[in-house]
């Protein structure tokens, strides 16, 4: 396994794959409340090493008893990881120590999301994630009644959790997500058919594609990652009317375009040996790419759902449904922006007024492009005029430190850190 296994936040690797998460926005108050806050929280913050061994332990205890819900009440877990913006981390380390870092976490600002004025002074996200909805509850509870001791504002929280029921394992379009991920380099025993990346385009410090091992700023970056967090509203009720009124201009069936936009059939199988290059799965990933370009940029997604499931054949209910997007990444401009700037909202990719991505893109001047047929490279392409299907709310960029690094964030000396307790500190 990596040497960064017991460094690394664990929603970073392997992720926390909870049915229900919270992601609290803060904000310090003064000079002293955002260390006094972070040196009570830092004890609490699971690593990656952490996280491995229960999967592991999750995954053994479900093979005897067949059934998620019998293995939750043998072995469940609450996961607890953190995360600051710019402004945050000049309230810990100083303006000096940040003099290096990539402009686009400097500024953070990220293309196409809505501007939120109560969200401008952030300092840090609280991200936790529990099997139930009662154990986020009381986790919920218990970081509020911190916040409130150490004198740090609550400032938002989002909430999302699994689709229930027959949407389980699907976002609110109604699609499996598949949630295609890489595999980070040392990280699986056996990668021969690995979807490999170097654990350097994730991990901080690390080799990376580039064949560097850059640091983003100084030594208290290594082993961290960058976070992007968009909140994405999903209009499931026009995405699925416009279905249905252009599907038939084209002599296909709603579903067939629905599937067509994003590339895979709604039980997350690809439509042909690669997805369309016109498709949301074919833009976000061109594997067709010469040179290995598209490995280049590649991100490792969390996220998950949030609001109620839309009842097909419905209308707009008023309802407020969506996804909250995370993104990790060593390289914000390199990886999450190229992939969202570029190749999704680019008016010109993966061809000449191709417009931008037909489900996510938000670039409104022009036709959108559509593959009307998946076989080989004969593919017909119709040029249609959608309206946004998600609008990108909120916004930010988030660092992820490594815990080596917490007792330099939190202003202390640096405690001992004993793996065999389980990685808590000591």
Same mark, same amino acid.
């Given at each position: ?10 929603? %970073? ?26 040196? &009570? %929280?830092?004890?609490?913050?699971? +690593? ?16 005897? $008893? ?37 402009? *686009?976490?400097? &500024? ?13 002074? %952030?300092? @840090? ?54 949630? +295609? ?13 690995? #979807?490999? &990346? ?5 991990? %901080? ?15 208290? &970056? ?5 976070? *992007? ?17 252009? *599907? ?8 067939? $375009? ?28 061109? =594997? ?42 060593? #390289? ?15 008016? #010109? ?17 022009? @036709? =959108? ?58």
């Amino acid at each position: 396994m990596p040497p960064w296994l017991s460094d690394v936040q664990g929603n %970073v690797w392997p992720g926390f794959n909870k049915d229900h998460e919270a992601f609290l926005l803060v904000a310090f108050s003064g000079t002293e409340s955002g260390p006094k806050w972070f040196r &009570t %929280v830092a004890p609490q913050i699971a +690593s990656a090493e952490e996280v491995a061994a229960f999967n592991a332990l999750f995954k053994l205890v479900r093979a005897r $008893l067949g059934d998620d819900q019998r293995t939750l009440r043998v072995v469940s877990a609450t996961w607890t990881n953190v995360a600051f913006t710019f402004a945050g981390l000049q309230r810990l380390l100083g303006p000096a120590a940040l003099a290096q870092v990539p402009l *686009a976490f400097r &500024t953070n600002r990220v293309p196409f999301a809505e501007s939120a004025a109560d969200a401008t002074d %952030v300092h @840090a996200m609280l991200i936790l994630a529990a099997d139930r909805s009662t154990d986020l509850d009381a986790e919920l509870q218990r970081q509020r009644d911190v916040l409130r001791t150490t004198g740090v504002r609550e400032v938002r929280t989002y909430r999302g959790a699994t689709l229930p029921g027959r949407w389980r394992g699907r976002e609110h379009f109604g699609f499996k997500d598949l949630v +295609s991920q890489p595999v980070l380099v040392g990280t699986q025993p056996d990668p021969a058919d690995a #979807d490999l &990346t170097p654990d350097g385009d994730v991990v %901080v410090g690390q080799p990376d594609a580039d064949g560097g091992r850059r640091l983003a700023g100084g030594e208290w &970056t290594r082993n961290g990652s960058f976070l *992007a967090f968009i909140q994405l509203e999903q209009h499931v009720g026009t995405f699925w009317s416009t279905m249905q009124r252009e *599907a038939g201009r084209l002599g296909l069936g709603p579903e067939q $375009l629905a599937e067509r936009l994003v590339g895979r059939t709604r039980r997350g199988e690809d439509l042909s040996p690669q997805p369309p290059r016109l498709s949301h799965v074919g833009r976000a990933y061109p =594997r067709w790419l010469p040179g290995g370009e598209a490995d280049r940029h590649r991100i490792m997604r969390r996220g998950i759902p949030y609001g109620p499931p839309w009842e097909p054949g419905r209308p707009d209910d008023g309802e407020e449904r969506g996804i909250l997007f995370v993104a990790y990444q060593a #390289d914000l401009a390199r990886q999450f922006e190229h992939i969202w700037t570029r190749w999704l909202n680019g008016a #010109d990719f993966p061809g000449p007024g191709a417009g931008s991505d037909p489900l996510v893109g938000q670039v409104p001047a022009g @036709a =959108r492009s559509v593959a009307e047929s998946t076989h080989g490279q004969d593919q017909r392409i119709a040029q249609l005029k959608l309206p946004h299907f998600v609008t990108p709310h909120y916004g930010g960029y988030f660092f992820s430190p490594a815990l080596s690094q917490f007792a330099v964030l939190a202003g202390e000396p640096a405690p001992v850190r004993s793996t065999a307790s389980g990685g808590r500190y000591e």
